[in-house]
């Protein structure tokens, strides 16, 4: 939650934007709160929308840092009573369901540390300079990454303690710092509809999303 909303051109923070009259964030935050799995959330927040009203009392609202690391600590270090398993969940995708949650905890229970991911449906390229094609790696090899990832508690915070150490500093993913321990990382199966709302065609996207869920309930 702690990012802002640079690339709509606008001051408001993504998260915090409507999506078929709810803020964004809000639609993940029901899917954890219904499922009933949790018994703490931590919302880490850009620090000048830190004041949200009407949340449960299991969840809580914390200021962010500079990056997006430094706020998956400080979210990590602010849990009232330390878990075993900890969902890391970026607010923007509001189409996670309980089913790629209850996956996620089990997996990490099993595993650690697991991503969740769907395969990769385009061709990618692999370019060094910006201006030519180096290589194309097999498709099939290749996925996209989605959020929730999951780990065991003491595994996350040590992979962050590790980074800190060793002056990482601007890691995009959690999963990174875990694969940087030497610890292997498994992932489950994702969802096409977990999208991450980073534009306006996204937001677009997002809002047909909702409404053709709803019709077909």
């Given at each position: 939650m702690g990012g802002s909303g640079v690339r709509f051109g606008c001051e408001v923070p993504k998260q915090f934007l409507l999506l078929c009259g709810k803020k964004v964030f809000y639609h993940p935050l029901e899917t954890f709160i219904q499922s009933g799995f949790f018994e703490?959330?931590?919302?880490?927040?850009?620090?000048e929308w830190v004041n949200i009203p009407d949340l449960p009392d299991f969840v809580r609202v914390v200021s962010g840092g500079k990056t997006r690391q430094d706020s998956s600590l400080i979210g990590l270090q602010s849990f009232t009573k330390k878990p075993d398993i900890v969902l890391i969940h970026?607010?923007?995708?509001?189409?996670v369901t309980e089913e790629i949650l209850r996956q996620n905890i089990l997996g990490a229970m099993q595993y650690g540390a697991v991503n969740?991911?769907?395969?990769s449906v385009d061709t990618l390229v692999h370019s060094s300079d910006g201006e030519t094609i180096d290589?194309?790696?097999?498709?099939?090899?290749?996925?996209?990454?989605q959020t929730p990832q999951t780990f065991s508690y003491a595994l996350i915070l040590e992979a962050h303690k590790k980074a800190q150490e060793?002056?990482?500093?601007?890691?995009?993913d959690d999963c990174q710092l875990v694969l940087a321990l030497g610890q292997?990382?498994?992932?489950?199966?994702?969802d096409e509809k977990n999208i991450k709302?980073?534009?306006?065609?996204?937001?677009q996207i997002a809002e047909t999303i909702h409404s053709r869920t709803i019709f077909e309930i």
């Open positions: 703490e959330i931590v919302l880490v927040c850009h620090p970026d607010a923007v995708r509001p189409f969740t991911c769907v395969s290589s194309i790696p097999p498709r099939t090899a290749l996925l996209r990454g060793k002056k990482i500093a601007n890691a995009s292997r990382v498994f992932f489950v199966q994702g709302i980073t534009t306006e065609l996204d937001l």
